[in-house]
């Protein structure tokens, strides 16, 4: 059967399994829109190809899956550029495929040319630049394997116009062994005395901590983590990008550690004797100061990238595997710590004397935005999904909103992308549509990456944002109050500028607002209420309103400030 | 990529900074700007780097990157440099138990009537002249880096018009030691 290259591409990605791409399309990438009108896979045409990128990663981090986004070469191939760099950073699977200028054009700066296999050779897991449209099912082939195995990750795929427009005779690699990648091997075998190492420290651990992040996700370990955790008894901490793969409704959960994390998490993991690291890579968000984080813990490290092993700490055993993989070799080989029972009675006591807390708002005062996070939590469906940019409302949602099954939580961790919500949430719906899909968002990432509420409208893909609108760039302003003096440079927005309602009607969702508690619970109700169109409801939140408990930036762990309300009771 | 100048004042080739990582990788376009870029942006020292088909066929190609050991621990480095998946196998050699090679090549201005000088240098360094004319001659030496530094010192008392140097290339030592390798243990 003879293909151009163009149907080839959208054969594979259909082999692939592939049922929705997020992109807009171009010069470059035109032939490659054509077939696409033949073909079952759903296109999401988006306002803006960072919002294609960021919609791949909520399809991919909602459903376990690689989120496929196209956009053309040239600016439509770097303004993908951070969704991938945010796809790196947290290890999500996504497949980008960008348009190229002509192969006899390539070097030349022709028109639209950018090496975006050069720019994103250091943000990708790896990239390739398709020569010939034989190679074009190869390529996609690998793209997926590279993407969703081993450690996951962005890769790209540049397809030049012309190898896109010539001719093939139709293949499709038949299994891994036709990829022509040599020198790939995602898994090891698993070490048995590293397993032994392991099962012997828990052993001798009194104050045992399990450090669990992203990689438990990843390796889909909830199972296994909740009979591990059952069965030895030992305090689990989620970190940012793990929030969801241990129910916080678990008493053995402590929540969240690091810089904003919850007391009891942060400070079990500072008098730990045994920190068990769980597919988590000591980032310096959690760590605070490294030389005086957990100082005295022996570390088990698991990863299933080994280049993590000692890259901030050194583990006294690391264990190269995937997390579901390691908790199972640990429970078969019956590890389990001694009693437990004094370590959980100082937990407790931290637990009950640092809760997370905030004030109370006043009935015609602001919002607080702790308690629209917990009102609108409190009011979703189970298995609402949640999405967030990245500032104070991102840290208030991961504190304040309860988590109970894994690939629930959509938000860029590493890299810290703001706008990231918007597009995030919009793709997660489109991967799971069953479920309720809200965006926690702030005033100032909701201005960066509004309009794909148009695609959202467009493509009937109803989600809930709720703006926590409090007029700044609320944490850099929450920094310049507590570390630069109370001088405000350059981080206030406006709470009526823009008019979020009218905005939100323009791109033909439902816009709400509430300036105070009883208006809260009504549009909340209200919004739940339409299924059909997105919905925004600009929340009016105190300006002033400050993420505690935190720990400064480079101060210890041991240094952390915790609620004013707390303070002089330690 | 913060490399340091291989051939200014007295460069040592201590074995305690110094760690040599042949590594075979994909012979496909880019595959060198991966490894550079990589160590560029984990803030990782390449000393010297050596480049070249592995074998008859043009599959893989063999690069020697002799690596400052200090910029990072070696397991991070080899760790980093395993995830590039253009990357088949990487054999570390401590350089106790390499033997190593590297090509010097340099011109020499000298007239045809007081050559002597410069020939017992090359003669005691084991050196070949490659190229002759009237004003100046080209020697080449193969040798271990610390012949090569030898020369290369030596031939300073002369008045050298250009020297150049590949880079170091390396297997692992055999089971016994060569007596032409005895000079690079200390």
């Given at each position: 059967?003879?293909?151009?290259?163009?149907?080839?591409?959208?054969?594979?990605?259909?082999?692939?399994?592939?049922?929705?791409?997020?992109?807009?399309?171009?010069?470059?990438?035109?032939?490659?829109?054509?077939?696409?009108?033949?073909?079952?896979?759903?296109?999401?045409?988006?306002?803006?190809?960072?919002?294609?990128?960021?919609?791949?990663?909520?399809?991919?981090?909602?459903?376990?899956?690689?989120?496929?986004?196209?956009?053309?070469?040239?600016?439509?191939?770097?303004?993908?550029?951070?969704?991938?760099?945010?796809?790196?950073?947290?290890?999500?699977?996504?497949?980008?495929?960008?348009?190229?200028?002509?192969?006899?054009?390539?070097?030349?700066?022709?028109?639209?040319?950018?090496?975006?296999?050069?720019?994103?050779?250091?943000?990708?897991?790896?990239?390739?630049?398709?020569?010939?449209?034989?190679?074009?099912?190869?390529?996609?082939?690998?793209?997926?394997?590279?993407?969703?195995?081993?450690?996951?990750?962005?890769?790209?795929?540049?397809?030049?116009?012309?190898?896109?427009?010539?001719?093939?005779?139709?293949?499709?690699?038949?299994?891994?062994?036709?990829?022509?990648?040599?020198?790939?091997?995602?898994?090891?075998?698993?070490?048995?005395?590293?397993?032994?190492?392991?099962?012997?420290?828990?052993?001798?651990?009194?104050?045992?901590?399990l450090?669990v992040?992203?990689?438990?996700?990843?390796?889909?370990?909830s199972a296994?983590l909740l009979a591990f955790a059952e069965r030895t008894r030992i305090p689990v901490v989620t970190?940012?990008?793990a929030r969801g793969v241990f129910p916080d409704s678990h008493d053995q959960h402590l929540g969240?550690?690091?810089?904003?994390?919850?007391?009891?998490a942060?400070?079990?993991?500072?008098?730990?004797?045994?920190?068990?690291?769980?597919?988590?890579?000591?980032?310096?968000?959690?760590?605070?100061?490294?030389?005086?984080?957990?100082?005295?813990?022996?570390?088990?490290?698991?990863?299933?990238?080994?280049?993590?092993?000692?890259?901030?700490?050194?583990?006294?055993?690391?264990?190269?595997?995937?997390?579901?993989?390691?908790?199972?070799?640990?429970?078969?080989?019956?590890?389990?710590?001694?009693?437990?029972?004094?370590?959980?009675?100082?937990?407790?006591?931290?637990q009950?004397?640092?809760?997370?807390?905030?004030?109370?708002?006043?009935?015609?005062?602001?919002?607080?935005?702790?308690?629209?996070?917990?009102?609108?939590?409190?009011?979703?469906?189970?298995?609402?999904?949640?999405?967030?940019?990245?500032?104070?409302?991102?840290?208030?949602?991961?504190?304040?909103?309860r988590f109970d099954e894994p690939?629930?939580?959509?938000?860029?961790?590493?890299?810290?992308?703001?706008?990231?919500?918007?597009?995030?949430?919009?793709?997660?719906?489109?991967?799971?549509?069953?479920?309720?899909?809200?965006?926690?968002?702030?005033?100032?990432?909701?201005?960066?990456?509004?309009?794909?509420?148009?695609?959202?409208?467009?493509?009937?893909?109803?989600?809930?944002?709720?703006?926590?609108?409090?007029?700044?760039?609320?944490?850099?302003?929450?920094?310049?109050?507590?570390?630069?003096?109370?001088?405000?440079?350059?981080?206030?927005?406006?709470?009526?500028?823009?008019?979020?309602?009218?905005?939100?009607?323009?791109?033909?969702?439902?816009?709400?607002?509430?300036?105070?508690?009883?208006?809260?619970?009504?549009?909340?109700?209200?919004?739940?209420?339409?299924?059909?169109?997105?919905?925004?409801?600009?929340?009016?939140?105190?300006?002033?309103?400050?993420?505690?408990?935190?720990?400064?930036?480079?101060?210890?762990?041991?240094?952390?400030?915790?609620?004013?309300?707390?303070?002089?009771?330690? | 990529?913060?490399?340091?100048?291989?051939?200014?004042?007295?460069?040592?080739?201590?074995?305690?900074?110094?760690?040599?990582?042949?590594?075979?990788?994909?012979?496909?376009?880019?595959?060198?700007?991966?490894?550079?870029?990589?160590?560029?942006?984990?803030?990782?020292?390449?000393?010297?780097?050596?480049?070249?088909?592995?074998?008859?066929?043009?599959?893989?190609?063999?690069?020697?990157?002799?690596?400052?050991?200090?910029?990072?621990?070696?397991?991070?480095?080899?760790?980093?440099?395993?995830?590039?998946?253009?990357?088949?196998?990487?054999?570390?050699?401590?350089?106790?138990?390499?033997?190593?090679?590297?090509?010097?090549?340099?011109?020499?201005?000298?007239?045809?009537?007081?050559?002597?000088?410069?020939?017992?240098?090359?003669?005691?360094?084991?050196?070949?002249?490659?190229?002759?004319?009237?004003?100046?001659?080209?020697?080449?030496?193969?040798?271990?880096?610390?012949?090569?530094?030898?020369?290369?010192?030596?031939?300073?008392?002369?008045?050298?018009?250009?020297?150049?140097?590949?880079?170091?290339?390396?297997?692992?030592?055999?089971?016994?030691?060569?007596?032409?390798?005895?000079?690079?243990?200390?």
């Amino acid at each position: 059967m003879q293909l151009t290259g163009a149907q080839a591409l959208i054969k594979s990605l259909e082999q692939q399994g592939v049922d929705a791409i997020f992109g807009l399309p171009g010069g470059a990438i035109l032939p490659v829109y054509d077939p696409l009108i033949d073909s079952s896979i759903r296109h999401i045409l988006v306002r803006h190809e960072q919002g294609a990128g960021h919609m791949a990663e909520g399809y991919a981090m909602a459903t376990g899956r690689a989120g496929v986004a196209m956009v053309t070469s040239g600016p439509g191939a770097t303004n993908i550029v951070t969704p991938i760099t945010n796809a790196h950073m947290d290890s999500t699977p996504l497949v980008v495929i960008t348009g190229q200028v002509a192969t006899s054009s390539i070097g030349l700066d022709a028109f639209q040319e950018c090496d975006i296999t050069g720019i994103t050779m250091g943000i990708t897991k790896h990239n390739f630049l398709v020569q010939s449209a034989h190679e074009l099912p190869r390529a996609v082939a690998a793209a997926f394997h590279l993407a969703t195995t081993g450690r996951p990750g962005p890769v790209l795929i540049d397809v030049p116009k012309d190898v896109a427009q010539s001719t093939m005779e139709w293949w499709y690699p038949a299994s891994v062994d036709d990829l022509d990648l040599p020198g790939y091997h995602p898994t090891v075998a698993l070490d048995e005395a590293a397993v032994a190492r392991c099962v012997a420290l828990i052993a001798q651990s009194e104050r045992p901590v399990l450090y669990v992040g992203g990689g438990a996700l990843k390796s889909r370990a909830s199972a296994e983590l909740l009979a591990f955790a059952e069965r030895t008894r030992i305090p689990v901490v989620t970190t940012l990008m793990a929030r969801g793969v241990f129910p916080d409704s678990h008493d053995q959960h402590l929540g969240m550690p690091g810089m904003h994390g919850v007391y009891a998490a942060v400070t079990a993991i500072q008098r730990s004797d045994l920190l068990i690291v769980l597919g988590a890579r000591f980032d310096d968000r959690v760590t605070g100061k490294i030389a005086t984080f957990a100082p005295g813990a022996k570390v088990i490290h698991v990863d299933i990238d080994r280049a993590e092993f000692g890259k901030i700490r050194r583990p006294d055993v690391a264990l190269q595997t995937d997390v579901a993989t390691a908790l199972r070799a640990f429970d078969a080989a019956g590890a389990a710590p001694r009693r437990l029972d004094d370590w959980w009675r100082e937990i407790r006591q931290w637990q009950s004397q640092y809760p997370l807390v905030y004030d109370e708002p006043e009935a015609n005062g602001p919002l607080r935005p702790q308690h629209v996070i917990e009102s609108i939590a409190r009011s979703t469906p189970a298995g609402t999904i949640v999405a967030s940019g990245v500032g104070q409302h991102q840290m208030w949602t991961a504190q304040h909103w309860r988590f109970d099954e894994p690939n629930s939580w959509i938000n860029s961790g590493g890299a810290g992308t703001m706008g990231f919500g918007v597009p995030a949430a919009i793709g997660a719906k489109v991967g799971r549509p069953d479920r309720t899909v809200w965006c926690i968002d702030g005033d100032g990432c909701f201005q960066m990456t509004a309009q794909e509420l148009v695609t959202a409208r467009a493509e009937g893909i109803p989600i809930k944002v709720a703006i926590l609108n409090n007029a700044y760039l609320g944490m850099v302003r929450q920094w310049q109050e507590m570390f630069y003096d109370e001088r405000y440079s350059e981080v206030y927005l406006s709470a009526d500028l823009p008019d979020y309602v009218k905005w939100a009607e323009a791109m033909g969702c439902v816009g709400l607002r509430a300036t105070n508690v009883k208006e809260m619970n009504d549009v909340i109700d209200e919004a739940h209420s339409i299924n059909d169109v997105p919905v925004v409801i600009d929340f009016r939140t105190d300006s002033t309103e400050k993420v505690f408990p935190m720990v400064p930036a480079g101060a210890s762990n041991d240094d952390i400030m915790v609620h004013p309300s707390q303070r002089g009771a330690r | 990529m913060n490399t340091p100048e291989p051939f200014a004042g007295e460069v040592s080739h201590s074995p305690v900074r110094h760690h040599i990582l042949s590594v075979l990788v994909e012979n496909k376009s880019g595959v060198l700007a991966r490894i550079a870029g990589m160590f560029a942006r984990r803030g990782f020292n390449i000393y010297s780097l050596a480049v070249a088909p592995a074998e008859s066929h043009a599959r893989f190609s063999r690069v020697t990157i002799v690596v400052d050991a200090e910029s990072a621990p070696l397991e991070q480095i080899v760790g980093q440099l395993d995830k590039l998946v253009n990357v088949v196998a990487i054999t570390d050699i401590a350089p106790r138990e390499a033997v190593e090679r590297e090509l010097l090549l340099a011109t020499i201005k000298t007239d045809v009537g007081n050559r002597t000088p410069l020939l017992d240098t090359l003669g005691s360094a084991g050196a070949a002249i490659v190229d002759v004319d009237p004003g100046a001659v080209t020697v080449m030496l193969a040798g271990t880096p610390a012949a090569c530094d030898a020369l290369e010192r030596d031939l300073e008392a002369f008045a050298e018009v250009e020297l150049h140097r590949t880079g170091r290339v390396a297997l692992p030592r055999l089971g016994r030691a060569t007596p032409a390798d005895e000079q690079q243990k200390d």
